[in-house]
């Protein structure tokens, strides 16, 4: 049985990959030497958005990709997210020249501000949080790269706001804006695109100023899902004392999971959580009985364990509509467990990994979880199955 569990965990896990390649596309358009064209567009992150873009004008036509300066912009209806050329400073790629990305539009007007998702080895933060973007204000023709850095000095990082500089001196026309409110305005979309709005409103009241809300609200599938499990134990020996062997163990859990997704940040990875209980039963020889040598004897033990994993899943799948997403996923297990007396009880970690497939609404799954850190570590082996039910997605 723990061979054909763990044939199908690898069975499950290769054919997730051949969904590797499957489409995130998603209704959006392109603009394209002055020409609005509408189809579908790969939905991923903002970083990666940012230097590329996958079109394709049907669901069944091929793939066209454009780079960077081949597009004048691009989006998403639906969800009110637009994207532009814009150039922007990138301190790790060069202190003085500029690069152009495709830039989330947040403000548009007689400024116009536009927020630019960084990967992580382009804007380093260790003591920021939140820190990997910049955002770009564009005042008449000119675009300014507003930033904040972390900065090493020998008593430590401290944090150069260089945004608030750069906006004392671009809003300094405005009479209602002071400049020493700007000090206390945050590197943060909440706080930045409303002052764009009221100095765009302050200069030119009679023009359109356009907040392009976006605010993407999570995903969650969640439900009831329950299994068979089966413990296999590497090292026999280890698992009891020398006076004992172990002969196996098996049981049942049911459960509760949720599978939370950030569109805005990614569709292909998701925060997987879960709440379950599991009870197993133990089988061994004893050859001990009140401290004295008796001839070997069948023992059946109960264990009640109350989990929690927490992970995270990457879904090969996981564009909207689609009927059968396959997912990989790893991460911690908690446990509390305790035997039918309650009198001895323990609480230790699973590391754990597992595979399976959304299938409409239900969910098939297979998993390892490894006791502890040690590979020859006893391990819980599992299969599952579940009902999802979805949030919808504003």
Same mark, same amino acid.
């Given at each position: ?9 690898l ?10 390649? =499957? ?6 358009? $392109? ?5 609005s ?5 790969? #939905?991923t992150?903002?970083?990666?958005? @940012?230097?590329?873009v ?5 669901? &069944?036509? %091929? ?13 998403f ?9 814009v150039? *922007?400073?990138?301190?790790? !790629?060069? *202190?003085? /020249? ?11 007007? +007689? ?21 990997e973007?910049v955002?770009?204000?564009?005042k008449?023709?000119?675009f ?13 990082? #401290?944090?150069?706001?260089?945004? $608030?500089?750069?906006?004392? @001196? ?10 020493? @409110?700007?000090?206390?305005? &945050? ?5 930045l =695109? ?6 765009? &409103? ?5 023009? %359109? ?19 068979? %499990?089966?413990?296999?134990?590497p ?16 049981g +049942? ?6 599978? !939370? ?8 990875? @998701? ?16 050859r ?8 070997p004897y ?11 994993p ?23 297990? *908690? ?11 323990d ?5 754990? !990994?597992? *595979? ?36 919808? /997605?504003?």
């Amino acid at each position: 049985m723990k061979k054909c569990l763990l044939t199908l965990l690898l069975v499950v896990s290769i054919q997730c990959y051949s969904f590797a390649q =499957a489409d995130f596309f998603e209704p959006g358009y $392109v603009i394209v030497r002055g020409d609005s064209l509408k189809g579908f567009i790969e #939905r991923t992150d903002e970083t990666k958005l @940012s230097v590329a873009v996958n079109f394709k004008e049907n669901s &069944s036509s %091929a793939v066209r990709h454009y780079a960077v300066g081949e597009l004048e912009g691009f989006g998403f209806p639906k969800d009110g997210l637009h994207f532009a050329p814009v150039p *922007a400073q990138i301190r790790s !790629i060069s *202190a003085t /020249e500029t690069t152009t990305r495709y830039a989330k539009k947040l403000v548009t007007g +007689y400024t116009s501000l536009y927020k630019l998702q960084l990967p992580r080895t382009e804007q380093a933060q260790e003591y920021l949080k939140d820190n990997e973007h910049v955002y770009v204000l564009k005042k008449d023709t000119t675009f300014y790269t507003l930033a904040q850095y972390e900065v090493l000095t020998d008593n430590g990082y #401290r944090v150069d706001k260089r945004y $608030v500089g750069l906006l004392i @001196s671009l809003l300094n026309d405005c009479p209602t804006i002071a400049p020493a @409110s700007l000090h206390k305005v &945050s590197f943060k979309d909440a706080a930045l =695109a409303p002052l764009i709005s009221k100095y765009n &409103s302050c200069k030119d009241p009679a023009s %359109a100023n356009i907040a392009h809300t976006y605010k993407a609200k999570a995903m969650v599938k969640w439900g009831p899902e329950a299994g068979y %499990a089966t413990v296999y134990a590497p090292n026999k020996d280890a698992f009891l004392t020398d006076k004992d062997a172990f002969l196996g163990g098996n049981g +049942y859990w049911a459960g509760i999971s949720w599978d !939370i997704v950030a569109p805005n940040v990614s569709r292909r990875f @998701s925060t997987k959580l879960g709440l379950n209980y599991l009870n197993i039963r133990y089988d061994y020889l004893s050859r001990t009985r009140n401290g004295y040598s008796v001839k070997p004897y069948e023992v059946k033990e109960q264990r009640h364990m109350l989990r929690l994993p927490i992970g995270t899943q990457y879904n090969f799948n996981n564009a909207p509509g689609k009927k059968i997403s396959p997912f990989v996923n790893f991460g911690l297990t *908690a446990q509390f467990s305790a035997n039918s007396d309650f009198k001895q009880k323990d609480m230790v970690p699973f590391l754990h !990994i597992g *595979a399976g497939a959304y299938v409409w609404q239900y969910k098939v799954m297979a998993m390892v979880e490894n006791l502890g850190f040690r590979p020859d570590n006893e391990k819980v082996i599992s299969l599952g199955v579940g009902y999802t039910f979805k949030s919808k /997605e504003k």
